[in-house]
């Protein structure tokens, strides 16, 4: 019997944790990473007589960004020696989704794209030729329904040949701007590692990032600061000024060519049966995400949404503080029908009894009304673009825009605590 080793990647909401709950069913084990405050989830299944350890990584858009999560799953998919990397996309946006894709084929050429959320593309009427998506891409594809078991035995059969080696996937990663290729042919030559990973570690060493190049000579004991690396990399940047591509941009230019290859082989492995279904969204993207309308209709929509909240959950909220008291009373009957001590008394009912219950009463409604609320939105698509207004904003925090459901939760908490009770 062999063991294999399996990382789960992909963007928030795809269901990726679905999958990975319905691989591994109660054999999990969930903690934190090493050194950090987020959590991992590991997983255990058996499948043909082979064992296979699945690791979620954080769900992450992106890993050219430095947010924790996204170090994390950049780092883990990079650096552990992996036997497969799974990449979980959503069926019914593909283009926005091969973005992860082709950012993981820099890292590692082993390989899977599960296509999920079929069921919900079936609704909308999306089709997608999985075989030419396997052929443009250049690694094995499988459609799954994450939610339903039976549809994941394909799955696993496609991580058991890769494993195995009876298929071997050979990805086609973008090509950039000419002048970028060469370069990184030119820095490649002097890195001496295994492809995909000697251009990855080419195209970090043309962004400058050295916090990702240092850690990539201390996992690979390689040194990235010879006389030959810096001599080609300062030929480069002058190359690079001449043509307007500066390290501030440079990403930029990457993703860009990143995007545009995505929305060319959308173009060619999804049909439509309401031809208009893209420039539905495209419009609506525009309007949501433009300068002029962006930010007026996102705050008009979280003042809708606190006001909801804070309002609807002064009802509840009285009648858990009512309810409350009316215990409280009994209790205190009961101590003193126990002849308690005084003390006593005060310490459990007027002291952590009400406390609790002053906290409970307190918090409990407004998040039973925000969470509902905020999942509409996510549901809907304008959580994500929230999160794209205000993520110049939050870089200024050195943070991301990601981090908008968090100070929603936080200030509907505080204006509730300090303000309406």
């Known amino acids: 019997m062999n063991s294999y080793k399996v990382a789960l990647v992909g963007n928030p909401n795809v269901g990726k944790s679905t999958i ?32 296979f350890t699945i690791v979620d990584i954080p769900g992450t ?15 883990f998919i990079c650096f552990e020696k992996l036997d497969v990397t799974v990449i979980v996309i959503d069926a019914t946006s593909l283009e926005r989704n091969l973005n992860l894709v082709y950012q993981v084929m820099e ?11 079929l069921d919900e593309a079936k609704k909308k009427g999306i089709s997608i030729n999985f075989d030419k998506l396997s052929k443009l891409l250049g690694v094995p594809v499988v459609g799954v329904i994450g939610k339903k078991k039976k549809t994941l ?4 059969d496609i991580i058991l040949k890769v494993c195995t080696s009876k298929i071997i996937p050979n990805p086609k990663p973008v090509k950039y701007l000419p002048i970028i290729e060469d370069s990184i042919l030119l820095l490649s030559s002097e890195i001496n590692l295994q492809s995909p990973i000697n251009r990855w570690i080419a195209l970090k060493l043309l962004s ?22 810096n001599t080609k990399s300062d030929e480069i940047s002058c190359l690079f000024s001449r043509n307007d591509i500066q390290s501030s941009n440079f990403e930029k230019i990457l993703l860009s ?5 995505c929305e060319n082989i959308t173009h060619q492995v999804c049909q ?21 309308f ?12 606190f006001w909801i909240t804070i309002v609807g959950a002064n009802y509840p909220s009285q009648l858990l503080s009512d309810f409350f008291e009316y215990l409280k009373d009994k209790i205190l009957i009961l101590f003193e029908y126990l002849k308690s001590p005084e003390w006593l008394t005060d310490l459990l009912v007027n002291g952590v009894y009400q406390t609790v219950t002053w906290v409970i009463s307190v918090m409990l409604p407004p998040m039973a009304i925000f969470f509902p609320l905020f999942t509409i939105l996510e549901d809907l698509g304008f959580l994500p673009r929230i999160a794209f207004n205000l993520d110049r904003c939050f870089k200024c925090a050195c943070t991301s825009g990601k981090q908008a459901l968090t100070m929603c939760l936080g200030v509907t908490k505080w204006y509730h605590f300090y303000f309406v009770n």
């Not at 890292?107 to 959320?117: E, G, Q, T, Y």
């Not at 539905?280 to 525009?286: E, F, G, L, P, V």
């Not at 962006?294 to 949404?305: E, K, Q, S």
């Open 20 to 51: 990975f709950n319905s691989l591994t069913g109660m054999k999990q084990h969930t903690g934190n990473w090493t050194g950090k405050t987020v959590g991992n989830c590991e997983g255990k299944y058996k499948f043909n007589g082979n064992y």
């Open 61 to 75: 858009y992106s890993l050219m960004s430095n947010s924790e999560e996204e170090e994390i799953a950049r780092d």
């Open 107 to 117: 890292i590692s050429s082993n390989i899977i794209v599960c296509v999920n959320l």
């Open 153 to 156: 035995n394909s799955l696993k």
């Open 208 to 229: 400058g990032d050295e916090k990702i190049i240092k850690t990539i000579s201390y996992k690979c004991k390689i040194n990235l600061n010879t006389n030959s690396i």
């Open 257 to 261: 060519s990143i995007l545009k290859q």
């Open 272 to 292: 439509y049966k309401d031809i208009n279904y893209t420039k539905k969204t495209i419009k609506i993207d525009r309007i949501l995400t433009s300068k002029k």
């Open 294 to 305: 962006g930010i007026p209709i996102m705050l008009l929509f979280l003042c809708i949404l």
